[in-house]
Structure formats: structure tokens, C-alpha cells
């Protein structure tokens, strides 16, 4: 199975908003509503921001959220803050009953 | 609270063996997928397979199929990864994942170096 593809990098000022996209195919983000996101930094284990597309786990800001169109799904992050910067990857239940991730996308705060 | 802790750094020589576990606690832990997920150094995540420890249906990235065996043990509510012989490019971190809720163990270095 391939991974979902990601830009690998994505930048943006504090306040603004970025969007990260992973691509994938019917057989698993068009397929199901079962994307989640994960959001790692540097030495720590992956957190989880998004699942099931567009849901929120407690705890996370409300200025992550995510969508789907397609065989797409999106991450969007408003309000820049510095503390955002990390890598992000996106996950996706696939045809097979496995699971598979995106490349990652380091997301830089200028 | 749902918690998934896993097993101590490791350090091996090509060639050897290796078991790494992951105990789950605060759910119960045989109605529930949990999976591996490989980290090598400065790389991105990739999943290694996943185990129903219900019945033990154990589904593997094809890129891994063959290379490790995951494993799990309802009795104590254990998942496991086992290599039969290592090789320095197994050398990553290693993590348990509950896919369904996104619940990551702690994470489990292992070197692999002669």
C-alpha cells in the first residue's frame, strides 16, 4: 500500500491560517470517514489533533480543523501560533483493514 | 484512563532477536485494534500491521510482511513485535497505537548495531 501524499513543507506568520492536504485514492480516504490527524514534535510521541475527519478530540484547540472532499482530505490550522510549528501527518483506514499515513508535513512558523 | 506502555530501549547486535511489548490498561483490551508503527531516524511514520487480540487477526503492511511478527497475549492484556534476526536498518523507534482513538504508547528506541 502507498503512503497518502503530503506537501512536505508548509509555512505561514503567526495569525495567519495554513491548510495541509494529503491525497489518497477510493480505496481509503475516498473510501471511508476515517482520517484522522497527528501532530509530532521534535523527540515526542505523535498527538492526535483530528479523527474521523473533521472531529476534535478534547483538549485540542478549536483552531485545527479538518475536511474532506474526494479523495482528499485537508488539515487547517487558523490563528498561526508558535507552538504549532511540528510535523503533521495525516491517517486514513484503507480497503484492506489496515491503516495507512502521509508522508508528514513540517510546518514551519515564521 | 486508557494508558499503552511499552517496554525499555534496547540495544542489539545483527543477527540477534528481539520481543518488544506494549501492555494496555484502563480499557478493555481485547475489543480492540492495536497496531505498530515504525519511526526510523529523522523519517516519517509508517504502519507495520495490527492485531485483533480478540482472536489474534493479524493484518501486516505488505513492506513488513515476513520481516516481524506481532503478537498478543489477552491474558495480560499485552501486544508484542518480534524479529527473528535484526538488522542495523531496524534501528527506529517503535510505537504501539490504539487506531481507533489515537492512544500511543510511549514509544520504544531500538539500536541495532554492531
Known amino acids: 500500500q502507498s503512503a497518502l501524499t503530503q506537501p512536505a513543507s508548509v509555512s505561514g506568520s503567526p495569525g495567519q491560517s495554513i491548510t495541509i492536504s494529503c491525497t489518497g485514492t477510493?480505496?481509503?480516504?475516498?473510501?471511508?470517514?476515517?482520517v484522522s490527524w497527528y501532530q509530532q514534535h521534535p523527540g515526542k510521541a505523535p498527538k492526535l489533533m483530528i479523527y474521523?475527519?473533521?472531529k476534535r478530540p478534547s483538549g485540542v484547540s478549536n483552531r485545527f480543523s479538518g475536511s474532506k472532499s474526494g479523495n482528499t482530505a485537508s488539515l487547517t490550522i487558523s490563528g498561526l501560533q508558535a507552538e504549532d510549528e511540528a510535523d503533521y501527518y495525516c491517517n486514513s483506514y484503507t480497503s484492506s483493514i489496515t491503516w495507512v499515513f502521509g508522508g508528514g508535513t513540517k510546518l514551519t512558523v515564521l | 484512563e486508557v494508558q499503552l506502555v511499552q517496554s525499555g530501549a534496547e540495544v542489539k547486535k545483527p543477527g540477534e532477536s528481539l520481543k518488544i511489548s506494549c501492555k494496555g490498561s484502563?480499557?478493555?483490551?481485547?475489543?480492540?485494534?492495536i497496531g505498530w508503527v515504525r519511526q526510523m531516524p529523522g523519517k516519517g511514520l509508517e504502519w507495520m500491521g495490527i492485531?485483533?487480540?480478540?482472536?489474534?487477526?493479524?493484518r501486516y503492511n505488505p513492506s513488513f510482511q515476513g520481516q516481524v511478527t506481532i503478537s498478543a497475549d489477552k491474558s495480560v492484556s499485552t501486544a508484542y513485535l518480534q524479529w527473528g534476526s535484526l538488522k542495523a536498518s531496524d534501528t527506529a523507534m517503535y510505537y504501539c497505537?490504539?487506531?481507533?482513538?489515537?492512544?500511543w504508547g510511549q514509544g520504544t528506541l531500538v539500536t541495532v548495531s554492531s
Open positions: 474521523d475527519v473533521s
Open positions: 477510493s480505496s481509503d480516504i475516498g473510501g471511508y470517514n476515517y
Open positions: 492485531i485483533y487480540p480478540g482472536d489474534s487477526d493479524t
Open positions: 484502563g480499557y478493555y483490551f481485547n475489543t480492540y485494534w
Open positions: 497505537v490504539r487506531p481507533d482513538s489515537g492512544y
